[in-house]
């Protein structure tokens, strides 16, 4: 299983733009083959918008299968031009004993 923890910010004035775009994402993610967890959590900085994209994939061929989704494309379109920095980590699960 793997996680993902995708890091977004944005300015005051397109935090509802992107947690919309954001939403949708989800939304359409969630229904994909593999997806355990797709959550976003943000907080406001000093003078920006955090937002964390919080994801757990079963195996490495869906979360490739995501990146190539339509829906997924689309977010990157929407989000060009109003996500100021954007970090994205996956890690491996740690499986239970």
Known sequence: MLAVIATLHCTPENQEHLVSALKTLQFHSRQETGCERYELAQREMEDNIE???TELW???ADLDAHFAADHFVRF???AEGIVLQSEIKKYQ???DS
């Open 51 to 53: 937002i964390v994209v």
């Open 58 to 60: 079963e195996s490495e």
């Open 76 to 78: 990157g379109s929407q």
């Open 93 to 95: 699960v740690v499986q």
